[in-house]
């Protein structure tokens, strides 16, 4: 059974340019959430999709936005990169709060 | 006042020793995974648990609803269990709250 697949694993882009990052969740999953974890710092949540629709937000700006697809895929997508974008991002499947967890993808701004 | 505490936030043991990280938490919840990071690594959930305790090889997992307290144990550490260890206990709303983790080294 295959868990949480995220893609990219690694990726560089240029300061100002725009990155989609692509997420298959487990089999079963509904439900998948967004996380961006900067060197040396815990997951910070991005959003949660749920039912094609963005469930709850964290404190992200606008330029952070994703999609959940009807197999319930999902993507994010960060418009306008700034070096602070460099991260590790997480992509957590679940189902009634069982989570599973991606590898992640990791972005770094230039 | 976070809503998740952690200890320690580091811990340096030998090889073979026992370890024991706590979480409390100051909401009400179903339930509460313990999850695992690797340096540079993804992140694995070693459990979810929502009453009484769990085990899986070295590793056993409690929690205390009522007192809003959970523990995670190593039995007979190893270096390879070496990692950041998360508590995460679950919203009603099924979403998480993470708390700051606490970094294990263990040396051989």
């Known amino acids: 059974d295959a868990g949480v697949t995220q893609s990219p694993t690694h990726l560089i882009k240029t300061r100002g340019q725009q990155v989609t990052l692509r997420c298959s969740p487990k089999s079963g999953h509904d439900t998948v959430s967004w996380y961006q974890q900067a060197l040396g710092q815990g997951p910070q949540f991005i959003f949660q999709?749920?039912?094609?629709?963005?469930?709850q937000r964290g404190n992200f700006p606008d330029r952070f936005s994703g999609h959940q697809f009807p197999n319930y895929s999902s993507e994010l997508n960060v418009n306008a990169l700034l070096l602070g974008d460099s991260a590790l991002y997480l992509c957590?499947?679940?189902?009634?709060?069982?989570?599973?967890f991606g590898s992640g993808t990791r972005l770094t701004v230039v | 006042k976070n809503e998740v505490e952690q200890s320690p936030q580091n811990l340096t043991a030998q090889e073979g020793e026992f370890i024991t990280i706590n979480c409390s938490y100051s909401?009400?919840?179903?339930?509460l995974h313990w999850l695992q990071q690797h340096p540079g690594g993804g992140i694995v959930s070693l459990f979810m648990l929502s009453s009484g305790k769990k085990k899986h090889g070295r590793l056993i997992a409690t929690i205390n609803i009522q007192e809003k307290h959970s523990s995670l144990h190593i039995t007979a550490s190893h270096p390879r269990d070496s990692a950041v260890y998360i508590c995460?206990?679950?919203?009603?709303?099924?979403?998480?709250?993470w708390g700051a983790g606490t970094k294990l080294i263990i040396k051989p």
């Open positions: 995460a206990p679950i919203y009603s709303n099924y979403q998480l709250i």
């Open positions: 909401v009400g919840i179903s339930a």
């Open positions: 957590a499947s679940s189902s009634r709060g069982g989570y599973t």
């Open positions: 999709y749920y039912e094609e629709e963005e469930r």
